[in-house]
Protein backbone atom coordinates (compact mmCIF):
# COMPACT_ATOMS: atom_id res chain seq x y z
CA UNK A 1 0.00 0.00 0.00
CA UNK A 2 1.04 3.97 -0.62
CA UNK A 3 1.91 5.95 2.35
CA UNK A 4 -1.44 7.83 3.88
CA UNK A 5 -1.43 11.04 1.89
CA UNK A 6 -2.19 14.50 3.83
CA UNK A 7 -5.07 15.80 2.84
CA UNK A 8 -5.82 19.35 2.86
CA UNK A 9 -9.70 20.40 5.77
CA UNK A 10 -12.94 20.00 4.08
CA UNK A 11 -15.50 22.38 4.65
CA UNK A 12 -19.64 21.96 3.62
CA UNK A 13 -21.31 24.06 1.93
CA UNK A 14 -23.64 24.45 4.79
CA UNK A 15 -20.98 25.42 6.83
CA UNK A 16 -19.45 27.48 4.19
CA UNK A 17 -22.71 29.99 3.48
CA UNK A 18 -23.07 29.88 7.41
CA UNK A 19 -19.80 31.80 7.52
CA UNK A 20 -20.36 34.09 4.63
CA UNK A 21 -24.08 34.96 6.79
CA UNK A 22 -21.83 35.76 9.74
CA UNK A 23 -19.99 38.09 8.14
CA UNK A 24 -23.23 39.63 7.17
CA UNK A 25 -24.98 39.67 10.02
CA UNK A 26 -22.85 39.85 12.62
CA UNK A 27 -19.56 42.44 11.14
CA UNK A 28 -21.68 44.01 9.02
CA UNK A 29 -19.92 43.41 6.17
CA UNK A 30 -21.79 43.91 2.31
CA UNK A 31 -22.35 40.61 0.46
CA UNK A 32 -19.28 40.54 -1.78
CA UNK A 33 -16.87 41.64 1.22
CA UNK A 34 -18.17 38.88 3.66
CA UNK A 35 -17.56 36.28 0.73
CA UNK A 36 -14.23 37.61 -0.22
CA UNK A 37 -13.42 37.56 3.21
CA UNK A 38 -14.85 33.50 4.04
CA UNK A 39 -12.47 33.01 1.44
CA UNK A 40 -9.69 34.33 1.93
CA UNK A 41 -9.74 32.95 6.47
CA UNK A 42 -10.49 29.53 5.22
CA UNK A 43 -7.98 29.31 2.39
CA UNK A 44 -5.65 30.74 5.09
CA UNK A 45 -6.48 27.77 7.67
CA UNK A 46 -5.63 24.81 4.76
CA UNK A 47 -9.34 24.37 4.11
CA UNK A 48 -9.95 22.97 0.90
CA UNK A 49 -12.52 25.00 -1.05
CA UNK A 50 -12.94 22.51 -4.41
CA UNK A 51 -16.44 22.07 -4.82
CA UNK A 52 -17.77 24.88 -3.30
CA UNK A 53 -20.17 27.10 -4.41
CA UNK A 54 -18.27 31.07 -3.83
CA UNK A 55 -20.97 33.17 -5.09
CA UNK A 56 -22.31 35.98 -3.61
CA UNK A 57 -25.03 35.14 -1.45
CA UNK A 58 -28.40 35.25 -3.41
CA UNK A 59 -26.97 34.65 -6.63
CA UNK A 60 -27.76 31.66 -8.88
CA UNK A 61 -25.21 29.09 -9.65
CA UNK A 62 -25.69 27.63 -13.13
CA UNK A 63 -23.96 24.57 -12.26
CA UNK A 64 -26.44 23.97 -9.55
CA UNK A 65 -29.71 25.23 -11.40
CA UNK A 66 -28.49 22.73 -14.37
CA UNK A 67 -28.11 19.67 -12.18
CA UNK A 68 -31.72 21.06 -10.63
CA UNK A 69 -33.33 20.61 -13.58
CA UNK A 70 -32.20 17.09 -14.66
CA UNK A 71 -33.19 16.00 -11.05
CA UNK A 72 -36.48 17.68 -11.73
CA UNK A 73 -37.09 16.12 -15.64
CA UNK A 74 -35.33 12.44 -13.97
CA UNK A 75 -39.19 10.97 -14.46
CA UNK A 76 -40.54 12.78 -17.53
CA UNK A 77 -40.05 11.17 -20.38
CA UNK A 78 -41.70 13.48 -22.78
CA UNK A 79 -39.02 15.90 -21.88
CA UNK A 80 -36.00 14.58 -23.64
CA UNK A 81 -35.16 17.89 -25.71
CA UNK A 82 -34.56 19.69 -22.28
CA UNK A 83 -32.68 16.74 -20.61
CA UNK A 84 -30.52 17.20 -23.66
CA UNK A 85 -30.32 20.80 -23.57
CA UNK A 86 -29.07 20.67 -19.78
CA UNK A 87 -27.04 17.75 -20.43
CA UNK A 88 -25.16 20.31 -23.21
CA UNK A 89 -25.57 23.05 -20.69
CA UNK A 90 -23.33 20.64 -18.28
CA UNK A 91 -21.14 19.44 -20.53
CA UNK A 92 -20.02 23.27 -21.78
CA UNK A 93 -19.79 24.44 -18.14
CA UNK A 94 -17.50 21.87 -17.85
CA UNK A 95 -14.87 22.38 -20.33
CA UNK A 96 -13.04 25.88 -21.15
CA UNK A 97 -11.64 27.57 -18.43
CA UNK A 98 -13.56 27.27 -15.55
CA UNK A 99 -14.13 23.50 -16.11
CA UNK A 100 -12.12 21.88 -13.48
CA UNK A 101 -14.00 24.47 -10.83
CA UNK A 102 -17.48 23.89 -11.94
CA UNK A 103 -16.76 19.94 -12.62
CA UNK A 104 -16.02 20.20 -8.82
CA UNK A 105 -19.23 22.15 -7.90
CA UNK A 106 -21.17 19.45 -9.96
CA UNK A 107 -19.54 16.43 -8.04
CA UNK A 108 -19.62 17.84 -4.71
CA UNK A 109 -23.61 18.17 -5.49
CA UNK A 110 -24.39 14.57 -6.25
CA UNK A 111 -23.30 15.52 -10.41
CA UNK A 112 -21.62 12.26 -11.37
CA UNK A 113 -24.86 10.21 -9.92
CA UNK A 114 -27.36 11.79 -11.10
CA UNK A 115 -25.79 11.66 -14.84
CA UNK A 116 -25.14 8.47 -14.38
CA UNK A 117 -28.45 7.48 -13.23
CA UNK A 118 -29.62 9.25 -16.81
CA UNK A 119 -27.40 7.61 -19.08
CA UNK A 120 -28.12 3.94 -17.60
CA UNK A 121 -32.34 4.77 -18.17
CA UNK A 122 -31.70 6.68 -21.44
CA UNK A 123 -34.72 4.51 -22.54
CA UNK A 124 -33.11 4.12 -26.32
CA UNK A 125 -32.95 8.26 -26.94
CA UNK A 126 -29.71 8.67 -28.82
CA UNK A 127 -29.63 12.16 -28.20
CA UNK A 128 -30.09 11.66 -24.47
CA UNK A 129 -27.16 9.01 -24.54
CA UNK A 130 -25.03 11.20 -26.29
CA UNK A 131 -25.24 14.33 -24.54
CA UNK A 132 -25.37 12.50 -21.24
CA UNK A 133 -21.85 10.71 -22.18
CA UNK A 134 -20.53 13.58 -23.25
CA UNK A 135 -21.62 15.49 -20.09
CA UNK A 136 -19.99 12.70 -18.09
CA UNK A 137 -16.42 12.99 -19.61
CA UNK A 138 -16.48 16.15 -18.56
CA UNK A 139 -17.70 15.44 -15.06
CA UNK A 140 -14.79 13.33 -14.67
CA UNK A 141 -11.17 15.58 -13.88
CA UNK A 142 -9.76 13.81 -10.65
CA UNK A 143 -9.89 11.10 -8.31
CA UNK A 144 -13.36 12.56 -6.59
CA UNK A 145 -15.37 12.33 -9.34
CA UNK A 146 -14.17 9.17 -10.79
CA UNK A 147 -14.10 7.37 -7.47
CA UNK A 148 -18.02 8.38 -7.29
CA UNK A 149 -18.12 7.12 -10.89
CA UNK A 150 -16.82 3.76 -9.69
CA UNK A 151 -19.41 3.92 -6.41
CA UNK A 152 -22.01 5.05 -8.99
CA UNK A 153 -21.03 1.61 -11.16
CA UNK A 154 -20.21 3.81 -13.92
CA UNK A 155 -17.90 1.36 -15.39
CA UNK A 156 -20.46 -1.50 -16.04
CA UNK A 157 -23.09 1.18 -17.51
CA UNK A 158 -20.65 2.65 -20.02
CA UNK A 159 -19.79 -0.90 -21.17
CA UNK A 160 -23.49 -1.91 -21.25
CA UNK A 161 -23.73 1.40 -23.35
CA UNK A 162 -20.59 0.36 -25.74
CA UNK A 163 -21.66 -3.14 -25.97
CA UNK A 164 -25.62 -2.17 -27.50
CA UNK A 165 -23.74 0.18 -29.30
CA UNK A 166 -21.11 -1.52 -31.22
CA UNK A 167 -22.13 -0.20 -34.64
CA UNK A 168 -22.83 3.59 -34.02
CA UNK A 169 -19.57 5.50 -34.06
CA UNK A 170 -20.95 8.94 -32.34
CA UNK A 171 -21.94 6.55 -29.51
CA UNK A 172 -18.62 5.16 -29.22
CA UNK A 173 -16.60 7.70 -29.66
CA UNK A 174 -18.70 9.40 -26.32
CA UNK A 175 -18.60 6.17 -24.55
CA UNK A 176 -14.72 5.51 -24.59
CA UNK A 177 -14.07 9.24 -24.47
CA UNK A 178 -15.62 8.42 -20.73
CA UNK A 179 -13.50 5.35 -20.52
CA UNK A 180 -10.59 7.62 -21.00
CA UNK A 181 -11.76 10.10 -18.35
CA UNK A 182 -12.83 7.66 -15.97
CA UNK A 183 -9.59 5.72 -15.97
CA UNK A 184 -7.63 8.70 -15.86
CA UNK A 185 -5.34 8.65 -12.97
CA UNK A 186 -7.59 5.86 -11.13
CA UNK A 187 -6.01 2.40 -10.83
CA UNK A 188 -9.68 0.93 -9.83
CA UNK A 189 -11.41 2.39 -12.45
CA UNK A 190 -8.97 0.45 -14.73
CA UNK A 191 -8.85 -2.60 -13.36
CA UNK A 192 -13.02 -2.34 -13.23
CA UNK A 193 -12.93 -1.86 -16.98
CA UNK A 194 -10.58 -4.71 -17.46
CA UNK A 195 -12.61 -7.13 -15.33
CA UNK A 196 -15.70 -6.38 -17.47
CA UNK A 197 -13.56 -7.32 -20.43
CA UNK A 198 -13.25 -4.15 -22.27
CA UNK A 199 -10.09 -5.18 -23.77
CA UNK A 200 -12.35 -7.75 -25.61
CA UNK A 201 -14.76 -5.49 -26.66
CA UNK A 202 -11.79 -3.04 -27.85
CA UNK A 203 -11.16 -5.70 -30.10
CA UNK A 204 -13.92 -6.08 -31.50
CA UNK A 205 -15.29 -2.86 -32.48
CA UNK A 206 -11.83 -2.44 -34.33
CA UNK A 207 -12.58 -5.17 -36.30
CA UNK A 208 -16.05 -3.18 -37.33
CA UNK A 209 -14.83 0.62 -37.37
CA UNK A 210 -11.52 -0.18 -39.22
CA UNK A 211 -10.94 3.21 -41.28
CA UNK A 212 -11.35 5.93 -40.21
CA UNK A 213 -11.02 4.83 -36.56
CA UNK A 214 -12.33 5.63 -33.81
CA UNK A 215 -10.28 8.52 -32.08
CA UNK A 216 -11.31 8.27 -28.63
CA UNK A 217 -10.66 4.17 -28.46
CA UNK A 218 -7.14 4.93 -29.13
CA UNK A 219 -7.26 7.26 -25.80
CA UNK A 220 -9.05 4.80 -23.60
CA UNK A 221 -6.51 2.42 -24.71
CA UNK A 222 -3.29 4.23 -24.09
CA UNK A 223 -5.33 5.57 -20.54
CA UNK A 224 -5.71 2.11 -20.04
CA UNK A 225 -2.13 0.71 -20.00
CA UNK A 226 -0.75 4.04 -18.02
CA UNK A 227 0.79 4.08 -14.38
CA UNK A 228 -0.74 7.26 -13.86
CA UNK A 229 -2.36 6.62 -10.34
CA UNK A 230 0.20 8.10 -7.68
CA UNK A 231 -1.97 6.39 -4.74
CA UNK A 232 -0.69 2.98 -5.63
CA UNK A 233 2.64 1.81 -5.80
CA UNK A 234 2.69 -1.18 -7.92
CA UNK A 235 0.59 -0.60 -10.86
CA UNK A 236 -1.14 -3.41 -13.10
CA UNK A 237 -0.70 -1.83 -16.12
CA UNK A 238 1.97 -3.78 -17.34
CA UNK A 239 -0.49 -6.96 -16.70
CA UNK A 240 -2.87 -5.27 -18.93
CA UNK A 241 -0.47 -4.81 -21.79
CA UNK A 242 0.36 -8.11 -22.04
CA UNK A 243 -3.63 -9.13 -22.12
CA UNK A 244 -3.98 -6.81 -24.65
CA UNK A 245 -0.97 -8.55 -26.76
CA UNK A 246 -2.45 -11.46 -26.48
CA UNK A 247 -5.55 -10.89 -27.56
CA UNK A 248 -4.67 -8.86 -31.05
CA UNK A 249 -4.54 -5.59 -30.01
CA UNK A 250 -1.06 -3.50 -31.12
CA UNK A 251 -1.83 -5.89 -34.64
CA UNK A 252 -5.03 -4.18 -35.18
CA UNK A 253 -3.62 -1.25 -34.05
CA UNK A 254 -0.62 -1.91 -37.14
CA UNK A 255 -3.53 -2.19 -39.81
CA UNK A 256 -5.20 1.09 -38.81
CA UNK A 257 -1.77 2.60 -39.57
CA UNK A 258 -1.45 1.61 -43.43
CA UNK A 259 -4.55 3.86 -43.99
CA UNK A 260 -1.20 6.17 -44.09
CA UNK A 261 -1.38 10.09 -43.25
CA UNK A 262 -4.60 10.59 -44.24
CA UNK A 263 -6.14 8.64 -41.76
CA UNK A 264 -7.39 11.81 -39.07
CA UNK A 265 -6.37 9.32 -35.99
CA UNK A 266 -2.69 8.16 -36.82
CA UNK A 267 -1.14 10.03 -34.53
CA UNK A 268 -3.53 8.50 -31.86
CA UNK A 269 -3.05 5.37 -33.40
CA UNK A 270 0.83 5.67 -33.09
CA UNK A 271 1.09 6.83 -29.70
CA UNK A 272 -1.29 4.20 -28.78
CA UNK A 273 0.67 1.44 -30.22
CA UNK A 274 3.63 2.81 -28.72
CA UNK A 275 2.30 2.43 -25.07
CA UNK A 276 1.30 -1.31 -26.04
CA UNK A 277 4.93 -1.85 -26.97
CA UNK A 278 5.96 -2.95 -23.04
CA UNK A 279 8.45 -5.92 -23.79
CA UNK A 280 10.31 -7.68 -26.25
CA UNK A 281 7.91 -10.30 -27.24
CA UNK A 282 5.59 -7.54 -28.13
CA UNK A 283 8.23 -5.48 -30.02
CA UNK A 284 8.58 -8.38 -31.97
CA UNK A 285 4.91 -9.57 -32.93
CA UNK A 286 4.35 -5.78 -33.75
CA UNK A 287 7.34 -6.17 -36.44
CA UNK A 288 6.38 -9.52 -37.80
CA UNK A 289 3.20 -8.17 -38.02
CA UNK A 290 4.54 -5.52 -40.53
CA UNK A 291 4.68 -2.65 -37.97
CA UNK A 292 8.05 -1.51 -39.10
CA UNK A 293 7.33 -1.48 -42.35
CA UNK A 294 4.66 0.52 -42.12
CA UNK A 295 6.30 3.16 -39.63
CA UNK A 296 9.02 3.49 -42.08
CA UNK A 297 6.37 4.49 -44.94
CA UNK A 298 4.83 7.07 -42.65
CA UNK A 299 8.10 8.62 -41.71
CA UNK A 300 9.39 8.57 -45.35
CA UNK A 301 5.64 10.10 -46.18
CA UNK A 302 5.89 12.90 -43.11
CA UNK A 303 9.05 13.98 -44.59
CA UNK A 304 7.68 14.52 -48.01
CA UNK A 305 4.25 15.78 -47.09
CA UNK A 306 6.31 18.03 -44.43
CA UNK A 307 3.96 16.67 -41.45
CA UNK A 308 6.10 17.29 -38.12
CA UNK A 309 3.69 16.35 -35.62
CA UNK A 310 3.70 12.40 -37.60
CA UNK A 311 7.13 12.81 -38.07
CA UNK A 312 7.63 13.07 -34.42
CA UNK A 313 5.14 10.33 -33.24
CA UNK A 314 6.35 7.90 -35.65
CA UNK A 315 10.29 8.38 -35.01
CA UNK A 316 9.08 8.12 -30.87
CA UNK A 317 7.22 4.72 -31.88
CA UNK A 318 10.20 3.45 -33.97
CA UNK A 319 12.13 4.15 -31.18
CA UNK A 320 9.93 2.13 -28.72
CA UNK A 321 10.33 -0.81 -31.15
CA UNK A 322 13.94 -0.60 -31.70
CA UNK A 323 14.42 -1.93 -28.09
CA UNK A 324 14.07 -5.36 -29.56
CA UNK A 325 17.65 -6.16 -30.46
CA UNK A 326 15.82 -8.35 -33.16
CA UNK A 327 14.19 -5.68 -34.44
CA UNK A 328 16.99 -3.09 -34.71
CA UNK A 329 18.80 -5.59 -37.37
CA UNK A 330 15.49 -5.59 -39.29
CA UNK A 331 15.08 -1.74 -39.13
CA UNK A 332 18.68 -1.01 -40.58
CA UNK A 333 17.90 -3.93 -42.97
CA UNK A 334 14.50 -2.06 -43.92
CA UNK A 335 17.06 0.79 -44.88
CA UNK A 336 16.09 2.53 -41.45
CA UNK A 337 19.17 4.66 -41.20
CA UNK A 338 19.00 6.02 -44.63
CA UNK A 339 15.16 6.82 -44.55
CA UNK A 340 16.06 8.51 -40.79
CA UNK A 341 18.96 10.75 -42.22
CA UNK A 342 17.02 11.91 -45.24
CA UNK A 343 14.43 12.88 -42.50
CA UNK A 344 16.71 15.02 -40.74
CA UNK A 345 17.97 16.44 -43.69
CA UNK A 346 14.40 17.54 -44.30
CA UNK A 347 13.85 18.78 -40.84
CA UNK A 348 17.45 20.45 -40.65
CA UNK A 349 15.49 23.72 -38.91
CA UNK A 350 13.68 21.64 -36.49
CA UNK A 351 15.40 20.65 -33.50
CA UNK A 352 12.33 18.66 -31.85
CA UNK A 353 12.66 16.50 -34.97
CA UNK A 354 16.23 15.94 -34.94
CA UNK A 355 16.31 15.21 -31.28
CA UNK A 356 14.07 12.02 -32.08
CA UNK A 357 16.10 11.01 -35.03
CA UNK A 358 19.13 11.03 -32.65
CA UNK A 359 17.58 8.97 -30.29
CA UNK A 360 16.48 6.35 -32.59
CA UNK A 361 20.15 6.12 -33.92
CA UNK A 362 21.30 5.81 -30.34
CA UNK A 363 18.76 2.67 -29.72
CA UNK A 364 20.09 1.30 -32.99
CA UNK A 365 23.37 1.32 -31.99
CA UNK A 366 23.47 0.51 -28.58
CA UNK A 367 25.38 -2.66 -28.20
CA UNK A 368 25.96 -2.95 -32.03
CA UNK A 369 28.78 -1.69 -33.32
CA UNK A 370 27.63 -2.50 -36.79
CA UNK A 371 24.73 -0.64 -36.29
CA UNK A 372 26.95 2.62 -35.37
CA UNK A 373 29.23 1.64 -38.53
CA UNK A 374 26.14 1.89 -40.67
CA UNK A 375 24.89 4.84 -39.08
CA UNK A 376 27.95 6.99 -39.58
CA UNK A 377 27.97 6.07 -43.25
CA UNK A 378 24.81 7.14 -43.24
CA UNK A 379 25.55 10.59 -42.07
CA UNK A 380 25.04 10.21 -38.15
CA UNK A 381 28.40 11.76 -36.97
CA UNK A 382 27.30 14.86 -39.58
CA UNK A 383 23.92 15.02 -38.36
CA UNK A 384 25.25 15.58 -34.87
CA UNK A 385 28.22 17.97 -35.41
CA UNK A 386 25.96 20.12 -37.99
CA UNK A 387 22.74 20.11 -35.45
CA UNK A 388 24.84 20.91 -32.22
CA UNK A 389 26.58 23.87 -34.09
CA UNK A 390 23.55 25.29 -35.75
CA UNK A 391 20.99 25.08 -32.07
CA UNK A 392 23.39 25.52 -29.05
CA UNK A 393 20.02 26.29 -27.13
CA UNK A 394 18.08 23.44 -27.95
CA UNK A 395 19.18 21.24 -24.67
CA UNK A 396 17.10 18.20 -24.99
CA UNK A 397 18.82 18.01 -28.59
CA UNK A 398 21.87 18.48 -27.57
CA UNK A 399 21.98 16.04 -24.83
CA UNK A 400 20.17 13.48 -26.80
CA UNK A 401 23.41 13.84 -29.53
CA UNK A 402 25.41 13.55 -26.56
CA UNK A 403 23.70 10.13 -26.21
CA UNK A 404 23.57 9.23 -29.96
CA UNK A 405 27.51 9.98 -29.83
CA UNK A 406 28.58 7.42 -27.07
CA UNK A 407 26.64 4.61 -28.47
CA UNK A 408 27.85 5.49 -31.44
CA UNK A 409 31.50 5.19 -30.46
CA UNK A 410 30.86 2.43 -27.24
CA UNK A 411 32.27 -0.17 -29.35
CA UNK A 412 34.02 0.78 -32.66
CA UNK A 413 37.45 2.58 -32.58
CA UNK A 414 36.97 3.80 -36.40
CA UNK A 415 33.95 5.50 -35.33
CA UNK A 416 35.92 7.96 -32.70
CA UNK A 417 38.59 8.74 -34.78
CA UNK A 418 36.24 9.90 -37.30
CA UNK A 419 34.09 11.83 -35.16
CA UNK A 420 37.35 13.06 -33.50
CA UNK A 421 39.00 14.31 -36.19
CA UNK A 422 35.61 16.02 -37.59
CA UNK A 423 36.08 18.16 -34.51
CA UNK A 424 32.67 16.99 -32.38
CA UNK A 425 34.77 17.44 -28.97
CA UNK A 426 34.02 20.80 -28.85
CA UNK A 427 30.54 20.54 -29.40
CA UNK A 428 30.31 17.86 -26.58
CA UNK A 429 32.14 20.53 -24.47
CA UNK A 430 29.96 23.06 -25.01
CA UNK A 431 26.99 20.98 -24.50
CA UNK A 432 28.33 20.27 -20.90
CA UNK A 433 29.13 23.20 -20.05
CA UNK A 434 26.17 25.35 -21.37
CA UNK A 435 23.15 22.56 -20.18
CA UNK A 436 23.03 21.21 -17.24
CA UNK A 437 20.51 17.94 -18.39
CA UNK A 438 23.66 17.28 -20.60
CA UNK A 439 26.03 17.35 -17.94
CA UNK A 440 26.17 13.28 -17.82
CA UNK A 441 25.57 12.77 -20.82
CA UNK A 442 28.47 14.27 -22.07
CA UNK A 443 30.53 13.29 -19.70
CA UNK A 444 29.91 9.99 -20.82
CA UNK A 445 30.09 10.62 -24.62
CA UNK A 446 33.74 12.09 -24.19
CA UNK A 447 35.06 9.21 -21.80
CA UNK A 448 33.47 6.92 -24.67
CA UNK A 449 35.66 8.76 -27.20
CA UNK A 450 38.30 8.26 -25.17
CA UNK A 451 39.31 11.72 -23.95
CA UNK A 452 41.77 11.59 -20.69
CA UNK A 453 40.11 14.79 -19.49
CA UNK A 454 36.59 13.74 -19.95
CA UNK A 455 35.69 14.83 -16.27
CA UNK A 456 36.41 18.14 -16.52
Not at 38 to 67: R, Y
Not at 250 to 261: F, K, N, Q, R, W
Amino acid sequence: MAPPKTTARAISQDAFDELVNENIDDLGMDPAEALEDAIQTLTLQGVDLSGIVTSVPGESNPVIECLEKLKRLESESDALDETVEAFDKLAELCGGDAGNVNAAIATKNGGVELVCSKINSANGSQLVLLSGLNALSSLLHDVQSTGTFQNSNGPRIIVGILNDNKQNVDVLNNGFRVVASAATGDEIVKESFMELKVDELIVEIMSIHKNPGIQSLYDAIRVLLTPDDNRVLASQVYGYARKFAKIGIPEAIVDSLHTGLGAPDLISACITLKATAVNDEICKSIAEKGGIDVVLKCIDDSGEQGNTDVAKVCCSLLSKLAGSDANKSAIVGKGGMDKLIKLSARYADDPSVLQEVMSIISVLSLRSPENAARAIEAGAGDLAIQSMQKFPAAHQMQRNSCLMIRNLVARNLENRTILLNNGIEKYIRKAKQTHANCKEAATDALRDLGIDSYNL
